[in-house]
C-alpha cells in the first residue's frame, strides 16, 4: 500500500509518524492557526453581509429593531481586486547573461504557452481575491502522471483553511519553513477504492480523543487525508560537474554511483551519441556539506501511505503563499475585511439607531380648546389629504396649536460619516478611487495625483502579490524545464524554436554557451517590473543618437542588445547586416581589382 521509504530518517515508520502528527499538533495548536481561522471566517461572513452573531439577531428580534445591514465593505473589496485584475504586467524571464539570450527567449515562449493553457492569470488573481478577503490563499503546482508517458503540469488555488504552515516561519516565501501540510477530505468510497486496507473503523473512534489530530468529520462523514511537505538536513557532496562544468551537489551514495559510471570503461551517454570518460589519473574533487532538502509525506491516521523526494527540482515547497498583511505579534496573516469590521459594525448599529428613532419618535400634538374647531371630526380622517383645510370657530384661532416635533442630535451624522471615512482609510479605498466625483471644479491632474496617492497606501498589498506571482513564475520555469521534453518544445514554438536550440548548442555539452533546457538551474531570473526595460531603452536611444553623430561607431549587436529584441529578431538583423556588409566588401573589391587591371593594361601600352 505505502511505497518503499528508503531514507535513515524514514526506516522507523512509527517513529516517523510520530514525528509527522507532533508537527501537525504544533501547527494546529498554534495561536496564528487558530486567530487566523477566527478571523477569516468572521472576514468572509461580513463580504457577504452577515455581519451579525446570532446574539445579536435574536436581541434585535426581541426588542423588535430593525436588522438592516448596511455593507459597505464589498464594494471596497471588489475595488481592490479589480484593480489586482487591470496590473497589466506579467512575469517573464529575462537573462543573466547575453550567452543565455536564446534559452531566455525559448523558455519565455513556452512560458507563455503554459500560463495560457493553466489559465494561470485567473488561478493568480482568484488567490489574490481570497488575499485580500481572508488574508491568506496558495497556489499549487503538480503534475498530472495519469499517463505516465506524459505528465502534464497543473496548478490550482488552496484555500488556506485547508492548509498548516510551520507556525515558527516567517519568511514571505517559507524558505525557512520545516514543514507545510495540506488537508483532503475524502468519501468512504474513494478511501476504499484507493487504500482498501485503510483501518476506517478506527479512525471514526478516534474522533473522540482530544490529544491527537481529527481524522474523521462526523457531520459530514469525510475521511482527511494529510500531505506534509518538511524539510530535512542531509550530507552532501558538492562537486564541480566535469560535463557542464557547473556546480552540482548529490547525496554521498548517489555520488559514488555517478563517481563509479565516470570511471567506468563506457563512462556515460551524452547527447548525440558521444560518451564521457573520467581517466584513472583524473581527480574528483569534492567537499561535504549539510544541505536541507525537501521531502514529502502521505498519511492517514497512524498509517503513512507513501514517503521520500519530492522528485522536483526545485528546493521549494510546491505551495505558492500569497499574504496580504501580517500580524508580527501573532505571526498571522489578515485581509483588508479585518480592519473595515469594527466601523462597519459602528455604522450599522448607528443607522439602526437612528432608523428606529425615526419609526418611533413622537409627532407633532394637536392641542384645541373645546368647540374651537368646527369639523374635529375631519381631521381624523382627513387631515392626510393635501386638499383637507381647518375651519377655527370665530375668535378661537389663538386657542388651537400643534407641539414641536423632537429633534434628532446631528450627532448622528458626524458618527455617520467618522465611520464611512474610517473603512475607506483602513481599506485604502478612497472615494476618488471608487469613481465618486467629490467637486465639479477640480482639475483632471489633481483627481489623477490623489489617485496615486491612494494606490500608495496599498504598496504592501500588490507588493506581496507581486513577489508571489514571480515565485509563481519560477516555479512553472522549473517544472516546465524539468517535465517538457525539446520535441514538445519545438512543437510549441515551431520552427523558430527549433532555431533557437540550434543557437543554444543543445546537443553538444562541449560546445560554448551549451545550456539545456531540461537542467536543474537555468540561467535567468524571472521579473515583472517595467524599470529594466525601461533603463535598457533610455540606453539604446542614447547609442543610437551617439551612433547617428558618429556614423560606423555602434556595432548593431550593441544597438540590439539594449533594444530588448528577441533572440530570433536579432539574428535576422545581424544577417543582413553582415550580408550588406559582404556586399560592400565584394563591390570595393571589385573596384580595386578593375582598378588594377586597368593601370596594368596602359603601363603596358605607354612602353611599347
Not at 524554436?497 to 554557451?513: A, F
Amino acid at each position: 500500500m505505502a511505497k518503499k521509504i528508503e531514507k535513515g530518517f524514514m526506516e522507523d515508520p512509527e517513529k516517523f509518524q510520530t514525528k509527522l502528527n507532533d508537527w501537525l499538533i504544533e501547527a494546529e495548536g498554534s495561536k496564528s492557526a487558530t486567530v487566523f481561522r477566527t478571523e477569516s471566517m468572521e472576514d468572509y461572513r461580513f463580504y457577504a453581509g452577515n455581519q451579525d452573531t446570532e446574539a445579536v439577531r435574536e436581541t434585535l428580534i426581541l426588542l423588535k429593531r430593525p436588522a438592516t445591514t448596511y455593507n459597505e465593505v464589498k464594494p471596497k473589496i471588489d475595488m481592490l481586486v479589480g484593480l489586482g485584475a487591470q496590473m497589466k504586467a506579467v512575469p517573464f524571464p529575462v537573462p543573466t547573461q547575453k550567452a543565455d539570450q536564446a534559452l531566455t527567449e525559448l523558455m519565455g515562449g513556452v512560458y507563455t504557452h503554459f500560463r495560457g493553457k493553466l489559465k494561470s492569470s485567473r488561478v493568480e488573481l482568484s488567490c489574490f481575491e481570497h488575499m485580500v478577503k481572508a488574508g491568506l490563499s496558495y497556489q499549487h503546482y503538480w503534475v498530472n502522471e495519469e499517463n505516465p508517458f506524459k505528465p502534464e503540469i497543473k496548478t490550482q488555488r488552496v484555500p488556506a483553511r485547508d492548509c498548516w504552515v510551520d507556525p515558527q516561519s516567517t519568511e514571505y516565501d517559507m524558505s525557512d519553513a520545516r514543514f507545510f501540510f495540506r488537508d483532503k477530505w475524502l468519501d468512504k468510497d474513494t478511501i476504499e477504492t484507493l487504500y482498501p486496507d485503510m483501518p476506517l473503523a478506527q479512525m471514526q473512534h478516534g474522533t473522540v480523543a482530544t490529544d491527537r489530530p481529527r481524522y474523521f468529520d462526523l457531520t459530514t462523514e469525510l475521511y482527511r487525508l494529510v500531505e506534509c511537505w518538511f524539510r530535512h538536513l542531509d550530507m552532501v557532496r558538492w562537486f564541480i560537474n566535469p560535463v557542464t562544468q557547473k556546480p552540482e551537489w548529490l547525496l554521498i551514495p548517489e555520488f559514488k554511483k555517478f563517481e563509479a559510471a565516470l570511471r567506468s570503461p563506457n563512462g556515460i551517454p551524452m547527447p548525440g551519441g558521444t560518451r564521457f570518460r573520467l581517466e584513472d589519473e583524473q581527480d574528483f574533487e569534492y567537499k561535504e556539506q549539510f544541505k536541507s532538502n525537501v521531502y514529502y509525506a502521505m498519511f492517514m491516521d497512524t498509517t503513512i501511505l507513501d514517503a521520500g523526494p519530492t522528485g522536483f527540482k526545485h528546493d521549494s515547497f510546491p505551495y505558492i503563499q500569497y499574504g496580504a498583511y501580517n500580524d508580527e505579534d501573532l505571526n498571522r496573516w489578515f485581509g483588508a475585511i479585518t480592519m473595515m469590521k469594527d466601523p462597519q459594525r459602528n455604522l450599522n448599529t448607528m443607522r439602526r439607531q437612528l432608523t428606529h428613532m425615526l419609526q418611533t419618535s413622537p409627532k407633532g400634538i394637536l392641542m384645541h380648546e373645546s368647540g374651537a374647531i368646527l369639523n374635529i371630526e375631519d381631521f381624523e380622517t382627513k387631515s392626510a389629504d393635501p386638499t383637507y383645510h381647518m375651519e377655527i370657530t370665530q375668535g378661537k384661532l389663538d386657542k388651537v396649536k400643534f407641539t414641536d416635533q423632537p429633534q434628532i442630535s446631528p450627532v448622528y451624522q458626524y458618527l455617520d460619516g467618522m465611520n464611512s471615512q474610517g473603512m475607506k482609510d483602513t481599506s485604502g479605498v478612497q472615494d476618488s478611487l471608487m469613481g465618486v466625483q467629490t467637486s465639479s471644479r477640480e482639475p483632471g491632474v489633481s483627481v489623477q495625483m490623489r489617485q496615486e496617492q491612494n494606490i500608495a497606501v496599498l504598496h504592501i498589498l500588490f507588493s506581496n502579490y507581486k513577489e508571489s506571482r514571480r515565485l509563481s513564475a519560477t516555479q512553472m520555469l522549473s517544472l516546465i524545464q524539468q517535465f517538457i521534453t525539446e520535441e514538445e518544445v519545438i512543437r510549441i514554438e515551431g520552427q523558430e524554436g527549433m532555431e533557437l536550440i540550434s543557437i543554444n548548442s543543445q546537443m553538444n555539452p562541449q560546445t560554448e554557451g551549451f545550456n539545456d533546457i531540461t537542467a536543474l538551474e537555468y540561467d535567468m531570473v524571472v521579473d515583472e517590473d517595467i524599470e529594466s526595460t525601461s533603463t535598457h531603452l533610455a540606453t539604446m536611444r542614447m547609442l543610437t543618437d551617439f551612433s547617428v553623430a558618429n556614423p560606423g561607431t555602434i556595432p548593431p549587436d550593441v544597438l540590439m542588445e539594449y533594444g530588448n529584441l528577441p533572440m530570433s529578431v536579432q539574428r535576422r538583423v545581424l544577417e543582413f547586416y553582415e550580408a550588406r556588409r559582404q556586399e560592400e566588401l565584394d563591390l570595393k573589391m571589385a573596384e580595386i581589382n578593375s582598378k588594377n587591371n586597368s593601370g596594368g593594361s596602359n603601363g603596358t601600352k605607354s612602353e611599347k
